[in-house]
Nanobody, 122 residues
Framework: VQLQAFGGGLVQAGGFLRLSCTTS????????IGWYRQAPGKQRELVAG???????DYADSVKGRFTIFRDNEKNTVDLQMNSLKPEDTAVYYC?????????????????WGQGTLVTVSS
């Protein structure tokens, strides 16, 4: 299982970018797909996630500016980033979470895509 993240680039503050995460097969097979980011010298953090049910979660720092959604035609999970700030500069990763069960035991399988760099200039 492979995920691929793309769409990063250089943008001025206040601008926008749209990141895409794609995988072989349907993105709906994952229980959750999330976008994470890691800025230099900082820990990787969750930016937004979308469940197979369609429910979404956002980090407080991006609420109202970022939107995560599925593009079923392209088979991607996209992150629309508006009103970008210099502090949004980071490498952005997507992660797919697949839950499996064996008996009463639940297993979580995480699949990471490669990062895509987002640079927001002031």
């Amino acid at each position: 299982v492979q995920l691929q993240a793309f769409g990063g680039g250089l943008v001025q503050a206040g601008g926008f970018l749209r990141l895409s995460c794609t995988t072989s097969g349907s993105t709906l097979r994952f229980n959750v797909i999330g976008w994470y980011r890691q800025a230099p010298g900082k820990q990787r953090e969750l930016v937004a996630g979308i469940r197979s049910t369609g429910s979404t979660d956002y980090a407080d720092s991006v609420k109202g500016r970022f939107t995560i959604f599925r593009d079923n035609e392209k088979n991607t999970v996209d992150l629309q980033m508006n009103s970008l700030k210099p502090e949004d500069t980071a490498v952005y990763y997507c992660k797919g979470v697949l839950m499996t069960h064996k008996g009463w035991t639940r297993y979580e399988h995480d699949y990471w895509g490669q990062g895509t760099l987002v640079t927001v200039s002031s």
